[in-house]
Structure formats: C-alpha cells, structure tokens
C-alpha cells in the first residue's frame, strides 16, 4: 500500500469516527434529557479555549494531517495530560496560571475533575473574537476535525453570544466567581478540584490536541494549547 493511499484510508477512517462523534453531540443536543450534560462538557472542556459562537460550514470538508517526524508506534497510545499558555504575555488580558484535569486519560462514562486559576487583568467584554483547532491522533498521524456547527476546528465571531445561550452555568464555575457569560470582571479566579459528570456520548475514546486563541479589538488575549486522552 503506498502512503498516499495509506494517508487517505486514515483520512476517510478519520473522517468516519469524527462525524460519528460530532453527529452524536449534535442529535444528542436536541434531547433535553441530554443537552445540559453536552452542553457542560463542553464549557469545562473547551471554555478553558474560549469557544465562541458561529457556523463556518464552508470548512466542512478541509482536513490538516500532521505527521510525526519518529514513527514508532502504529497504534493509538494514549498520551499524558499537559497544557500551556500560549498567549503573548505583553497583550494576554486572560491568563491560566494552573489547570489540573483527573483521571488522566479520562474516563467515559464518569467523573471529571477540574481544577484551575485564571488571572483577567481587566474587565473583558463582547466582542471577544476566537479560533479552535481541534484534533484527533489516528496512528502516526495528527488529523484535524472539520467544524461542523459549533464544535470541531472553527472560528467564532464573539464569545459573548454563545455564552448567552447558556441557561445553566455549572455550580462549581459559578461558585468561583469566574461564571459562563460576559462581561468578566479583572481578578484572579480560582476553582478547587471540582467534579463534573461525563456521559458516555459526550466524546470517543483516544488522544485528543486542542489549541484555543481569542482576540480582543485584534489584538492577541488568550491561547491555551491541551493535550489530553478519553478512554472508556
């Protein structure tokens, strides 16, 4: 088999878990005796990234592979837990100064425990202008998911109004003070090791890469680059 075929096999394979997955979240949302749990994963998840609000589907079907230079293991090996700021200390209005995530990897159905301390060095409000760049490992390979709505690889207009949409900010977030909607007060917020029920629908398994930037009147905010695993 040589690689072009191979590369387009994973691609396709990819492909396949990805859309399983992501349609899982999206017919799950509309049941109301799942969209809270969905929707809540996704805000300890990925609102550490600054997920925002708006529907690019014209990047449905464009796919980045990204190869390892040492090819040593050909099957999925889940990787450890790690995170960093990425954002340019000069410009960052929000900075993570821990974050901890247990069990590592994860473990679907079941419980999910966050800690994290956020430093906003001043009130932040709409519009808060944010990309995701999210990614599964599939071999060798690191392929990205296509954003299909509001989850996958997309970009967001304003932060702001996505989190308008949510009705039922996670107790322990609100209990810090941090909260789920705009506008943030400048403070340094922190949250305890807190638990958070992941149902089993909420992600596959395996090795997951995420990178989040937010921009605020085009200047650089926040980045948060996570690496973290699901297993089942």
Known sequence: MNYQHGQREIIELTWSLGVVCITKNISIISSSAHA????????????????????????????????????????PK????????????SSAVMVVKNLDVT???????GALFVAIELMVKKDVSAPIEADLLLYKKVDDMWVKFP????????HYDDLCQVLDLISSCPDPIVESGIGCQCPFKAGTY????????????????????AVGNA????????CLDLYLSFSE
């Open 147 to 154: 954003c299909l709505g509001i989850l996958g690889s997309c």
């Open 36 to 75: 809270s749990t969905i929707m809540k994963f996704y805000i300890i998840l990925l609102g550490f990234v600054l997920l925002a609000q708006g529907v690019k589907a014209k990047n449905v079907f464009n796919f980045e592979v990204r190869k390892e230079n040492n090819i040593t293991q050909r099957r």
């Open 215 to 222: 921009t605020l009147m085009g200047k650089p905010a926040f």
């Open 103 to 109: 069990p590592d990897p994860i473990v679907t159905p």
């Open 190 to 209: 922190t949250m305890p090791k807190s638990e958070f029920d992941i149902d089993a629908a909420a992600v596959a398994a395996g090795d997951y890469h």
């Open 78 to 89: 889940l990787t450890t837990f790690s995170w960093k700021d990425c954002s340019d200390l």
